[in-house]
């Protein structure tokens, strides 16, 4: 499904991307393998995992490179790109697996814990897309792959994930609408799978799948059988594929005249309301079984 086209993966040394570049190269990919190669805490970069990669690439009979700068930087994002065109002379897709986390309550958060997650997750994925979609929009071609995940709903002691997380969700949308004229696409898998990360959220997973079962999400997504999908987040897991809602507005009220608070008070809960929070519920159930527990 991928012969003759150029793919870039980042985060392609473990985990899904790693994956994702292997699916991607057995579909008849030419594969960009980048990653830093950075531990948990992002210390001790090598190349070494981007290049065990290429070499299984190459075992399988495919073609490859590797690709290990950071590229959460405009010049790492761009070398990503770069790296395809100066090897095969174009690029096709880009998929951003890359991504690190750095667990805490929001108010026990320091800076640089937020500022390393969005860093690396939103403006990495932005410094991809960005050197990838000027070339893409010139040759009037071109999939964007985002990895997003389920916590850009919100979670409990990971707000700098979920604000990036988020963020990619809007960047995909915005790269949707803004390159569709030019005939290039761009979509988000939210995947669940075993990898080092996943082996770090806080709370337990209610359903779990396997890297290799995301990859081929990823590959149908950067295929011409996918050339009308875009803006889309899929969830990826197991043996399940299921598509996130659009935002949009559900119930709405007016008034003559500008509002007051009151105004507000007296007639919101009646007439708009509120939209629960799907994580949500079992927080209410855990704190109202605690208060029950506490006076029994």
Not at 12 to 18: D, E, L, M, N, Y
Not at 89 to 108: K, P, Y
Not at 127 to 136: H, P, W
Not at 216 to 223: E, G, K, R, V
Request: proline residues 3%; charged residues 20%; aromatic residues 6%.
């Amino acid at each position: 499904m991928l012969e003759g086209k150029s793919i870039a993966v980042t985060g392609a040394g473990r985990g899904i991307g790693r994956a994702v570049a292997l699916t991607c190269a057995e579909a008849g990919a030419n594969v960009v393998v980048a990653d830093l190669g950075v531990g948990m805490a992002g210390e001790d970069p090598t190349s070494e995992v981007a290049d065990g990669v290429v070499k299984e690439i190459g075992d399988a009979g495919g073609t490859a490179v590797a690709f290990a700068e950071d590229i959460s930087t405009m010049e790492g994002g761009a070398g990503v790109v770069r790296a395809a065109v100066d090897a095969w002379g174009q690029i096709d897709g880009v998929v951003t697996c890359h991504g690190i986390l750095r667990e805490r309550m929001l108010f026990n958060m320091s800076e640089e814990e937020w500022d390393d997650v969005v860093r690396v997750h939103l403006k990495g994925t932005f410094t991809i897309f960005r050197a990838a979609s000027a070339l893409m929009r010139k040759q009037g071609s071109g999939s964007l792959v985002a990895f997003t995940s389920g916590a850009f709903q919100g979670s409990v002691a990971q707000a700098n994930y979920s604000a990036a997380k988020g963020g990619i969700v809007s960047l995909v949308r915005s790269a949707a609408l803004g390159l569709y004229r030019y005939g290039v696409r761009a979509n988000a898998v939210a995947p669940v799978a075993r990898t080092r990360m996943s082996e770090n959220v806080p709370a337990g997973l209610v359903e779990i799948g396997e890297a290799t079962d995301v990859a081929p999400m990823c590959a149908y997504l950067l295929s011409d059988r996918a050339a009308h999908v875009t803006g889309q987040i899929y969830t990826a897991v197991g043996s399940r594929i299921a598509v996130w809602n659009q935002p949009e507005e559900v119930r709405s009220m007016t008034t003559d005249g500008r509002w007051t608070p009151e105004q507000i008070a007296d007639r919101l809960d009646d007439e708009v309301g509120q939209e629960e929070m799907p994580l949500m519920a079992p927080l209410k159930e855990a704190l109202e079984k605690a208060r029950q527990e506490a006076k029994a």
